[in-house]
């Protein structure tokens, strides 16, 4: 019974709870049991069983007076970048210590609102930064996939990697996360789940650890597309808090799912054919577009002529928004703190040993590439070419109606295998990074395996706003692919 | 553009990290071969492009100037490394 209560999706534990086929309170449980016996995967770094237990306490009695809410009784893992009221809150970081916030973030407060279950946090790169959960202070998530016949560990991606992670291993009916520059859709690529990052501006981030604010958006990653929906509705809405938060209604996101796709228009940008991306993506991708012709779509090549100088814009803007955006981690006012003789000795010594080696060399490069002297170089550059990148999409938006693409240039690889090289770990995010400096929705659902067994996955891309043609036709999509694969359990204790 | 030890002492002490002796050629190698990488962004022809700072086309709105918040001293202090009476505790600042 356990077992089934957690290979469920969301949308079936939704029926389940309705029909008392089972209360919340043992949804709950199966999950903390779940999650205690995959400790091997490190995708939480901090469980809150006590939490999770009274949730679904409070839920079931709401449901018992017919009160029920969208997503009542619904467990959720939250990434550690999501402030959450008196639960440690880390950013995957030294630095924030036992930071307990005394606040929570406006999306976790909106599913809290919905009815859902805190079942704990999830592991991530430190602030964020990185694409294999490695950077992270707690040590990396493990994949829970596998190459066939092999033990050797895979990283989940990043930098929702425990998201990703325990979503994919049945920890969690879903997930938030977040992505700055892929975070959302490349670890949901690795693990064969699906995930969102919606256009900028449709959930507050008040309350999400900055990164770099203008590219940073809150999303789901869940089991299914209608999952997915399920839960963007939930997460989204217009907030005072958030000066950048839209002032927009909230469509009705899981009414987009299973819509006939007939007609549609998608385009195929040639410059997403990168040079040594494996013959099986560009299988996969050539698959997904017969998949969306039989599904009635209209298909056209078009062009974005400035796809590859996205990814170096964003090592300029990125870096630059991080390093004004952690100069506040000063050990004065919540933290670590270092003791040293004089005030800046302080300063210094808290954040070497409160930051990991990927946030030093991202704040030393924002520090520098807005030093006196380099700025119109390098920050100012990037900023027109940011809006190149923009034009190139707005153009080709006025011909089709989303683009699909791969989402990532290569299958989970093993842990460890990108370290050395900074820039090699960056051109993971060659396919996503995009669409952040754009502001535009972007979905990834799992599209098949590879020969090693291990899943990819398919991108769309869409209009400003324009969410629901997404989930429309990543319906379509999951339909055809009909991606049934599941992880071996070799962590469970 | 490539940076040696000692702009990375310099843009450390700008960015308040310490940074031991030992990792500043490491350091330096590092971020130039990421700054070598982005040296590619001057192929792009941004001759008459505006600067773009946010996605969005709409300006920041304006709110009612009226007090939403306060008297919050203890949650703003409960998680200070020091705290004394109602106020953080911090190292000495005039020398």
Redesign the interface.
Same mark, same amino acid.
């Given at each position: 019974m356990s077992g089934e209560l957690t290979s469920q999706t969301l949308k079936q534990a939704l029926a389940g709870l309705a029909a008392r086929r089972f209360s919340a309170r043992e949804l709950a449980q199966a999950h903390l049991d779940a999650i205690a016996a995959a400790r091997a995967l490190n995708a939480y770094v901090l469980e809150t069983p006590e939490q999770a237990l009274a949730m679904a306490e409070a839920s079931d009695a709401r449901r018992a007076r017919g009160e029920a809410r969208p997503l009542d009784g619904v467990p959720l893992g939250i990434k550690d970048l999501f402030c959450t009221k008196g639960v440690r809150s880390t950013a995957g970081s030294r630095i924030l210590g036992d930071?307990?916030p005394?606040?929570e973030s406006t999306v976790t407060a909106n599913l809290w609102r919905d009815g859902a279950v805190m079942l704990g946090k999830l592991n991530m790169d430190e602030f964020a930064m990185g694409s294999s959960n490695e950077t992270s202070a707690f040590g990396p998530v493990v994949n829970p996939w596998r190459s066939r016949g092999s033990n050797r560990p895979l990283a989940p991606g990043g930098s929702s990697g425990g998201s990703a992670a325990a979503v994919a291993a049945d920890l969690a009916l879903g997930a938030t996360a977040t992505d700055t520059g892929g975070s959302i859709r490349q670890p949901a690529s690795l693990t064969g789940t699906v995930g969102i990052k919606p256009t900028?501006?449709r959930c507050s981030r008040w309350g999400v650890v900055a990164f770099a604010s203008?590219l940073d958006q809150a999303g789901p990653i869940a089991k299914s597309v209608e999952d997915a929906a399920i839960l963007l509705a939930s997460m989204s809405g217009h907030d005072?808090k958030d000066?950048?938060s839209?002032?927009v209604e909230v469509p009705d996101f899981p009414g987009f799912v299973g819509r006939s796709v007939k007609g549609l228009k998608v385009g195929v940008p040639r410059e997403y054919r990168v040079e040594g991306m494996p013959a099986e993506i560009e299988t996969l991708w050539a698959q997904g577009v017969e998949w969306l012709k039989d599904a009635g779509c209209e298909v056209v090549e078009v062009s974005l002529p400035?796809t590859?100088?996205a990814l170096?814009?964003y090592?300029?803007i990125a870096p630059a928004e991080a390093?004004s955006n952690l100069?506040r981690y000063?050990?004065?006012?919540?933290?670590?703190?270092v003791?040293?003789p004089?005030?800046?000795?302080?300063?210094?010594?808290t954040?070497?040993a409160g930051?990991g080696e990927e946030v /030093?060399?991202r704040?030393?490069?924002?520090?520098?590439v807005l030093?006196a002297g380099y700025y119109d170089a390098?920050y100012? /550059?990037?900023?027109?070419?940011?809006?190149?990148i923009?034009d190139d999409f707005a153009a080709v938006f006025e011909r089709v109606d989303a683009l699909v693409t791969p989402t990532a240039p290569s299958a989970a690889f093993g842990l460890g295998e990108t370290g050395a090289?900074?820039?090699a770990m960056y051109l993971n995010d060659i396919f996503t990074v995009t669409v952040n400096?754009?502001?535009l929705p972007a979905l990834s659902l799992p599209g098949g395996l590879d020969a090693q067994g291990l899943p990819l996955g398919l991108q769309l891309i869409g209009r400003?706003l324009d969410e629901g043609t997404l989930f429309q036709l990543a319906s379509a999509l999951e339909k055809a692919a009909n991606f049934r694969a599941r992880p071996e359990p070799w962590w469970r204790a | 553009m490539s940076?040696d030890a000692a702009?990375?002492r310099k843009?450390?002490?700008?960015?308040?990290?310490?940074?031991e002796d030992a990792r500043l050629e490491p350091?330096a190698a590092? *971020?130039s071969?990421? *700054?070598g990488?982005?040296?590619? *962004?001057?192929?792009?022809d941004?001759e008459g492009?505006?600067?773009?700072?946010?996605?969005?086309a709409v300006l *920041? #709105?304006m709110?009612e100037d009226a007090v939403t918040d306060g008297g919050?001293a203890a949650?703003?202090l409960?998680?200070? #490394?020091?705290a004394e009476r109602g106020f953080?505790v911090? #190292?000495?600042?005039v020398?």
């Open positions: 930071f307990r005394t606040y900028y501006g203008s005072p000066s950048t839209l002032p400035h590859r100088y170096p814009a090592y300029i390093s100069a000063d050990g004065m006012r919540y933290g670590l703190r003791e040293a004089t005030l800046l000795d302080t300063y210094e010594a954040r070497a930051f /030093k060399r704040v030393l490069i924002g520090a520098y030093s390098y100012l /550059k990037a900023q027109k070419v940011r809006r190149r923009a090289d900074p820039v400096l754009a502001g400003s | 940076i702009t990375v843009v450390a002490r700008l960015a308040r990290i310490r940074i350091l590092e *971020l071969g990421i *700054l990488w982005i040296e590619q *962004l001057n192929e792009v941004v492009v505006a600067p773009m700072a946010s996605t969005e *920041l #709105p709110r919050d949650a703003i409960a998680n200070a #490394p020091r953080f911090v #190292p000495k600042v020398e």
